[in-house]
């Protein structure tokens, strides 16, 4: 036989590999990929050495024996996380990258159907406001069937910075309720 002290540097190392691969990561991968993963940076490594280059997608998936599409789902897996306070564009702008994402609402039942008799009237009440404030919510909210753009894309559209579309969209809400609280007390 085999001594203990040869059995146990392999289990050492095993336990400290996965203590490693369970704790690297924001959203921890499966064992297996992980395995994966240090096998393809093995790899790399060596066919680097080889080459004296990087090696191509195609030569890497030869060299651990997978399909090329196979590789491909595992270098998307590898990807790294991205914080939703991180700044979305350098430091210059201090947008983050969860403002730029818009807000699926979940709604009530109530809400729902006082959302529905609310649109059955918004296209009146969206008439009086001006050309540019309609589009500003017609846009932001995906009022025409279209999906709802951040304030960045709607900026961009009409030429005007984000944080202009922002006090524009402010004042058109408050137009709206306006309009509306005086229909209401009528």
């Not at 959203?27 to 240090?38: A, F, M």
């Not at 709206?176 to 007390?185: D, E, F, G, H, V």
């Amino acid at each position: 036989g085999y001594k203990f002290s040869t059995y146990a540097y392999w289990w050492i190392r095993q336990g400290m590999t996965r203590a490693i691969d369970n704790s690297a990561r924001t959203i921890r991968l499966p064992i297996h990929i992980s395995e994966k993963l240090s096998k393809l940076r093995r790899v790399t490594r060596e066919l680097s050495h080889r080459f004296g280059r990087q090696p191509n997608r195609l030569e890497l998936a030869h060299a651990l024996g997978m399909e090329p599409q196979e590789l491909e789902e595992l270098l998307s897996q590898s990807a790294p996380c991205a914080s939703l306070d991180a700044h979305a564009r350098g430091e210059e702008d201090r947008s983050t990258l969860g403002e730029l994402i818009p807000d699926p609402v979940s709604m009530e039942p109530m809400d729902h159907m006082d959302r529905r008799i609310q649109k059955e009237h918004l296209g009146t009440w969206i008439t009086q406001l001006n050309e540019r404030e309609q589009k500003i919510l017609k846009l932001r909210f995906g009022l025409e069937g279209a999906e709802p753009l951040t304030l960045a894309e709607i900026g961009r559209q009409i030429n005007v910075s984000r944080e202009r579309v922002r006090q524009l969209e402010a004042k058109a809400i408050l137009k709206l309720r306006l309009i509306t609280s005086q229909q209401n007390a009528a």
